[in-house]
């Protein structure tokens, strides 16, 4: 069966918004190779994943820092990894509740939550890695 | 990403295409502040083509919506896709951003 082969794909670069849309077009590429699930997994993973890539680029504190993203799509989940090479970031994942609803920016991380199985943050020597997953 | 914009005589209508994400939610906070400027203070957000939305669209149609209340007017959404409502639902937006089937019903239908 494909869909139960392990596909990765990577994408690298410079962390501003261009890498987003990158990012998204591999997830789709990804995901129509061989759709390992029903369409709701799709939107509701890249949205995690635009989520949390756009916070990483939009608190990023100074230049430009190297951006890694992997993706994978496997029998029994959907997942990624995003690493960056930014200075150690301060980060509550769990609790980070909905804002107001005429409040115009906070909810990405609360949402990435709301759709994911695992979101992880962690300090790596080289920066900050996000782990994220959703199963199928 | 795709964004128009038509001027109806009652409201105007801002298309989206593509994916709506922080590419491009400034692009709709400017559109929105030039028509309110301009008098056009009832705005209309076709979503029939926007192939995704994450928190920093529906921030902008937020920050939208503001301006054009502050005006006097109203901005809403129409014909926005299920992946588009879910995302809705799953930030309680959608009792501030109702859904009307098309750009003509937002506003004609009261």
Same mark, same amino acid.
């Not at chain 1, 990894?81 to 930014?86: E, Y």
């Not at chain 1, 994942?93 to 909810?107: H, K, L, Q, T, Y």
């Given at each position: 069966?494909?869909?139960?082969?392990?596909?990765?794909?990577?994408?690298?670069?410079?962390?501003?918004?261009?890498?987003?849309?990158?990012?998204?077009?591999?997830?789709?590429?990804?995901?129509?190779?061989?759709?390992?699930?029903?369409?709701?997994?799709?939107?509701?993973?890249?949205?995690?994943?635009?989520?949390?890539?756009?916070?990483?680029?939009?608190?990023?504190?100074?230049?430009?820092?190297?951006?890694?993203?992997?993706?994978?799509?496997?029998?029994?989940?959907?997942?990624?990894?995003?690493?960056?090479?930014?200075?150690?970031?301060?980060?509550?994942?769990?609790?980070?509740?909905?804002?107001?609803?005429?409040?115009?920016?906070?909810?990405?991380?609360?949402?990435?939550?709301?759709?994911?199985?695992?979101?992880?943050?962690?300090?790596?020597?080289?920066g900050n890695r996000w782990t994220l997953r959703r199963?199928? | 990403?795709?964004?128009? %914009?038509?001027?109806?005589?009652?409201?105007?209508?801002?298309? #989206?295409?593509?994916?709506? @994400? =922080?590419? &491009? *939610?400034?692009?709709?906070?400017?559109?929105?502040?030039?028509?309110?400027?301009?008098?056009?203070?009832?705005?209309?957000?076709?979503?029939?083509?926007? %192939?995704?939305?994450?928190?920093?669209?529906?921030?902008?149609? #937020?920050?939208?919506?503001? @301006? =054009?209340? &502050? *005006?006097?007017?109203?901005?809403?959404?129409?014909?926005?896709?299920?992946?588009?409502?879910?995302?809705?639902?799953?930030?309680?937006?959608?009792?501030?951003?109702?859904?009307?089937p098309t750009p003509d019903?937002?506003?004609?239908?009261?």
């Open positions: 069966m494909p869909g139960d082969r392990e596909r990765t794909a990577v994408v690298t670069g410079e962390c501003d918004l261009a890498i987003l849309e990158e990012v998204l077009d591999a997830l789709d590429r990804l995901w129509d190779e061989a759709p390992p699930g029903a369409d709701e997994h799709r939107y509701l993973f890249a949205l995690a994943v635009s989520e949390i890539l756009t916070n990483v680029i939009q608190h990023n504190p100074g230049p430009s820092f190297a951006l890694r993203v992997e993706l994978g799509m496997g029998g029994d989940a959907l997942h990624a990894t995003i690493d960056d090479g930014a200075p150690p970031a301060e980060v509550a994942i769990e609790g980070a509740g909905m804002p107001d609803v005429d409040s115009e920016s906070g909810r990405g991380l609360a949402l990435a939550e709301a759709v994911l199985d695992e979101l992880r943050h962690e300090r790596t020597a080289s199963g199928l | 990403m795709n964004l128009s %914009t038509a001027v109806q005589e009652h409201y105007a209508v801002i298309s #989206i295409e593509g994916r709506f @994400t =922080a590419a &491009v *939610a400034p692009r709709l906070r400017e559109e929105a502040n030039d028509l309110v400027a301009e008098g056009r203070k009832n705005i209309v957000v076709d979503l029939s083509a926007a %192939t995704f939305i994450d928190s920093s669209g529906l921030g902008a149609l #937020i920050g939208a919506l503001k @301006t =054009a209340r &502050v *005006a006097g007017g109203d901005l809403r959404i129409a014909a926005a896709p299920e992946h588009v409502l879910s995302v809705l639902r799953l930030t309680n937006l959608d009792r501030v951003l109702r859904n009307h019903a937002a506003f004609n239908a009261g």
